[in-house]
């Protein structure tokens, strides 16, 4: 148990002050988005840290932290990283550059500090407070126009991710998130304001996943905890399918397969009739993958041909732009899942879908690509080509800036004899 909070002053393990300035710093922005863990290390030390200091108020012993330091070992698990942020004393928004979630909520605390201000305020500030809520309304009002230019906002955000990975974008889509919330809160029932909803569903969704590729599995679960509630008040049983089905990756990374299950299936039952082809398509390859990670394997492969039956012609459907699925999709799919039941047939259909990856693509989805494509070699028993393949996925991960993916590989990789360099801090279990 930590009792640094009461420590004397000048005591080994006094809380760690950085001041205000030095969290805005662009350079320290810098290491935040790039979980450079061992550069904000250095920040405490030039603030009057101690390697011993630093040990005592992150729960860190001297030696790792001597090791993070110098480069010999990286930190990967949430766990140890969010006890880093809370022993730099991080404030929330750094905490969400660092793509942890705010020790205060930001979706609740205005609801709280509007909530405290009401309680407090006297009678004769009665007519204050209807003021401002009669402004927050004009300022709420809005209209389909709007709700398409943030679908678009939404959109633009998708395919930049796409690209470059969640690492650039997650504080841009939490503030997204945010101010829709916002407006969603202040707006008037009807159709704009289920528009709004839907596309505050498909925005904290994306947001959601974003997260959880930082490695923030909390902050993940609370946006598609909002997801969720958005959709419910859209009224569209597509939407609610979705991101109630995409949540079953934080249950996966953080290994609790059977709920994953329980809940894609729960999204079948719940949408049926009403869902399209390809969203039903999408359900099937998804309860596929959590089949596999059970080691189900006649029930994955069954589940990922009903994929396959059920993929339109053609798969682009505008009406669903946080779908992109097409035949290359389903084998790289495919492929991930009879990498995961240790299957060497993986290859061909990993190397095929390697050889269809779409330009926008090349980045995250190759990483992953070439990871399943290392566990498939490694069956196989080329354990040379397993390696080239896990460290193009490595380098790639690493611009991507993505954690979820450099854990998976760490946990390949760490079983064959690590040098010194390439010690890593296990992370969330979970590809």
């Known amino acids: 148990m930590k009792e640094w909070k009461e420590a004397m002053p000048g ?36 603030h009057g840290a101690s390697q011993t200091r630093i040990a005592s108020t992150t729960g860190i012993a001297q030696g790792r932290v001597s090791e993070i330091l110098s480069g010999r070992r990286t930190v990967s698990s949430l766990h140890l990283i969010e006890r880093i942020a809370d022993g730099l004393g991080m404030p929330d928004r750094s905490r969400m550059l660092f793509g942890l979630a705010p020790q205060q909520a930001p979706l609740e605390s205005g609801r709280s500090a509007a ?21 927050r309304l004009e300022v709420a009002s809005i209209d389909q126009a709007l709700v398409r230019l943030f679908g678009q906002q939404t959109q633009n955000l998708r395919l930049i991710d796409r690209k470059l990975g969640s690492h650039y974008l997650l504080a841009q889509s939490q503030a997204h998130v ?33 997260a959880l590729d930082a490695g923030g599995v909390a ?43 329980a809940v894609i299936r729960a999204a079948h039952d719940e949408g049926g009739k009403a869902l399209p082809p390809l969203l039903c398509s999408w359900l099937w390859a998804a309860e596929g993958e959590v089949r596999a990670s059970l080691g189900q394997e006649p029930q994955s492969q069954r589940a990922l041909e009903r994929a396959f039956a059920l993929l339109p012609q053609q798969p682009d459907d505008p009406s669903l ?66 390696r080239r393949q896990a460290q193009r996925a490595t380098e790639l991960s690493k611009r991507s800036g993505s954690v979820r993916q450099r854990a998976r590989l760490a946990r390949l990789l760490e079983p064959r004899a690590p040098s010194g360099g390439e010690e890593v801090e296990q992370g969330d279990k979970g590809a």
């Open 178 to 210: 945010q101010q829709m919330h916002e407006l969603l809160r202040h707006s008037i029932p009807g159709p704009v304001r289920r528009g709004l909803a839907r596309a505050l569903a498909e925005a904290a969704s994306l947001t959601g996943w974003q």
């Open 321 to 386: 732009p946080f779908l992109m699925l097409d035949h290359t999709h389903l084998l790289r799919w495919r492929g991930h899942c009879l990498a995961r039941l240790g299957h060497s047939e993986a290859i061909e259909d990993l190397t095929r879908a390697l050889d269809g990856i779409a330009p926008l693509e090349l980045g995250r989805a190759e990483a992953g690509l070439r990871t399943d494509l290392a566990v498939a070699y490694s069956v196989h028993g080329d354990l040379a080509q397993a």
């Open 115 to 135: 909530a405290s201000n009401a309680t407090r305020a006297a009678p004769s500030e009665a007519s204050a407070i209807d003021h401002q809520v009669r402004e």
């Open 219 to 261: 902050t993940s679960w609370r946006y598609y905890e909002i997801a969720k509630s958005a959709a419910r008040e859209s009224e569209d049983p597509v939407v609610l399918a979705h991101v109630s089905a995409e949540q079953i990756y934080v249950l996966l990374d953080s290994g609790r397969e059977n709920e994953a299950l």
């Open 11 to 46: 005591h080994p393990w006094e809380r760690i002050d950085i001041p205000a300035w030095a969290w805005e710093r662009q350079d320290t922005q810098r290491l935040l988005r790039e979980r450079d863990i061992a550069g904000l290390l250095r920040l405490a030390q030039t």
